[in-house]
C-alpha cells in the first residue's frame, strides 16, 4: 500500500493544498497529522513545510499572497524559489470540482497512517508483554481517531461579558431599504441571512444590487454573484444607483458617469465584486470555494450576496424539490456562520401552476389549488403530504401540458414536474415530449 499520495496524481496533491489553504476547518483537521513525507515532490514538500510552520506560528494556515511572502523570505537559492513560486501559483488555481472527495480521500489516509503506528506500537507491547503500556496504547489510538474531526468553538459563559454587553454587539449592515432595515434593527450583522422571495421580473435582482451596492458605499467588501444576468447590466443597475441616471441612458451620459465613477473609486478602498457563474451546475459546496479563493486573495469579505439560490444544485438530490431548495439555504447559512459573512439571497419558488388547478386534499376532495392552505395534506406521487407553505399568487407566461391519458396541466416554465428516471424537471430545466410524468391517474 502506497506511503505517500503520490498514487493519487499531482491534480490530487495540488488540490489538496488549495483546500488546505481556502478551507480553515479542513486545515485544523488534518494539518497536526499531515506529514511532508506523505510528498513525493520536493517543492511540495517545501510548500507544506513551510504552511505546517506558519499554522504553528499563528494557528491558521497563510493564504496565497502570505505563503509567496514567507516563501521569498525563506528561500535564498533564485531557481527553487521560481519553481515554488509558479507551484504556488498552480496552487491557488487548481480545480474546485470534487474537493470535497479530495478532503475525504486526504482525511481517511491520514487517519489510516495514524492508526498503522498505533498498531505497531501495540504489535510490540503485545510482543514485549509491557502491560504498563496498554493505557498509552488506548490515547494514542483515540488520538489517532481525532483525524478529520472538526473543531467546534466551545467557550465560557462568562467569556468578554464587555462585548457582550455592548449595544452595538451585532454591527449589522444595512441593506438600503429604510424601512426593512428599521425592521432588522440596522440590517443584518455578519453570520446572518435575509431571503428575498418574489416571483420572475418582480425586481430580485434589482433589489439585491441595491443591497450590495449600499454595503460597498458603506465601506463593506462585499461579494455580488449572480447566474442569469448579463454582467455589463448588473454593472449598469450599480452606476445608476450612484449616478441616479437610467440604465438605457447612460451611455448618453458618459461624462457623468465616469466622474461620479472615479470620484467613488478615489474615496473608497473596499471592493465591491461582480461574480457570474453558471446556472443549475453548481453546488454550494463549490459556490463556498469560489467565495474561499476571493477571501484567499485577500479581501476580507463583509457581505455576500446570491441572485439567486434557484440556480444552485443540492449537494445530494432528493426528490422533494422544496426539501432540496431547504437544504441549499440551510447550507448558505451555515457557510455565512462559518465564513463571517452576512449573506443576502433572493428565490422565486419556481412552483407555478394555474389558480384553476384541481388538487386532492385529504378529507376534503378535489379543490382548487387557489383554496389550499398550509396544513393540508396534498396528494403527491408518494401519497399524502402536509403543505408547509403558500406561495404568493404571480402573473407569469402559462404553457399546456398534455399527456398521453388525455390530462391537460397548466403550468409556468418554472414549475417542476417528478419524472421517471430524470429526477425533477420543469420546461425551463429541459422537460420534453416524451417525458413520463408521476400523476394521478
Known amino acids: 500500500m502506497s506511503k505517500n499520495f503520490d498514487y493519487l496524481g499531482q491534480t490530487f496533491q495540488l488540490q489538496l493544498i488549495n483546500q488546505i489553504i481556502l478551507d480553515k476547518e479542513f486545515a485544523r483537521a488534518i494539518l497536526d497529522f499531515i506529514k511532508i513525507s506523505y510528498f513525493e515532490n520536493k517543492y511540495f514538500k517545501l510548500i507544506i513545510q513551510m504552511i505546517k510552520e506558519y499554522h504553528k506560528k499563528y494557528d491558521a494556515a497563510p493564504n496565497f499572497q502570505t505563503l509567496e511572502v514567507v516563501a521569498k523570505s525563506e528561500i535564498t537559492q533564485e531557481l527553487a524559489l521560481k519553481i515554488v513560486i ?15 472527495l479530495v478532503q475525504e480521500k486526504a482525511l481517511k489516509f491520514c487517519k489510516q497512517e495514524e492508526v498503522k503506528i498505533v498498531l505497531e506500537k501495540a504489535q510490540k ?4 508483554g509491557d502491560f504498563e503500556s496498554y493505557d498509552q496504547l488506548e490515547e494514542l489510538l483515540r488520538y489517532a481517531l481525532q483525524v478529520g474531526v472538526k473543531e467546534t468553538n466551545g467557550f465560557e459563559v462568562f467569556n468578554d461579558l464587555i462585548g457582550v454587553l455592548d449595544e452595538d454587539y451585532r454591527h449589522p449592515i444595512p441593506m438600503g431599504v429604510k424601512g426593512i432595515d428599521v425592521l432588522l434593527k440596522g440590517g443584518l450583522a455578519k453570520g446572518e441571512v435575509g431571503i428575498i422571495f418574489a416571483g420572475p421580473g418582480i425586481g430580485k435582482s434589482t433589489l439585491l444590487t441595491l443591497v450590495a451596492n449600499t454595503a460597498f458605499n458603506n465601506n463593506y467588501n462585499v461579494l455580488h454573484i449572480f447566474f442569469e444576468d448579463n454582467p455589463k447590466i448588473i454593472q449598469r443597475k450599480h452606476i445608476t444607483l450612484w449616478t441616479k441616471i437610467a440604465p438605457d441612458e447612460l451611455p448618453n451620459n458618459k461624462e457623468i458617469v465616469f466622474e461620479t465613477v472615479n470620484k467613488i473609486k478615489e474615496t473608497h478602498t473596499n471592493k465591491l465584486i461582480l461574480k457570474k457563474l453558471p446556472s443549475d451546475t453548481l453546488t454550494m459546496n463549490q459556490i463556498k470555494n469560489q467565495i474561499r479563493k476571493v477571501i484567499a486573495d485577500g479581501i476580507k469579505l463583509d457581505l455576500v450576496v446570491l441572485d439567486y439560490i434557484d440556480c444552485v444544485v443540492p449537494d445530494r438530490q432528493g426528490n422533494d424539490d422544496w426539501k432540496n431548495e431547504g437544504s441549499v439555504i440551510r447550507h448558505f447559512e451555515a457557510m455565512c456562520h462559518e465564513l463571517n459573512i452576512a449573506g443576502w439571497l433572493g428565490t422565486q419558488g419556481n412552483r407555478c401552476v394555474s389558480l384553476d388547478t384541481i388538487v386532492d386534499i385529504e378529507n376534503k376532495g378535489l379543490v382548487q389549488i ?65 417525458d413520463a410524468l408521476f400523476i394521478k391517474k
Do not use: W
Not at 507491547?125 to 514485549?128: A, D, K, L, P, R
Not at 396528494?379 to 391519458?405: C, D, M, N
Not at 409556468?412 to 421517471?420: G, N, R
Open 86 to 100: 509558479d507551484t504556488i501559483s498552480k496552487i491557488s488555481s487548481a480545480p474546485l470540482d470534487g474537493v470535497e
Open 125 to 128: 507491547v503485545i510482543n514485549e
Open 370 to 434: 387557489k383554496d389550499v392552505i398550509v396544513g393540508d395534506n396534498i396528494l403527491t406521487h408518494k401519497g399524502y403530504k402536509a403543505i408547509s407553505y403558500v406561495f404568493p399568487i404571480e402573473k407569469q407566461p402559462v404553457y399546456r401540458i398534455k399527456t398521453k391519458s388525455g390530462k391537460e396541466i397548466k403550468v409556468s416554465a418554472k414549475h417542476k414536474f417528478p419524472t421517471l428516471g430524470g429526477g425533477l424537471l420543469s420546461i425551463d430545466s429541459g422537460l420534453s415530449v416524451g
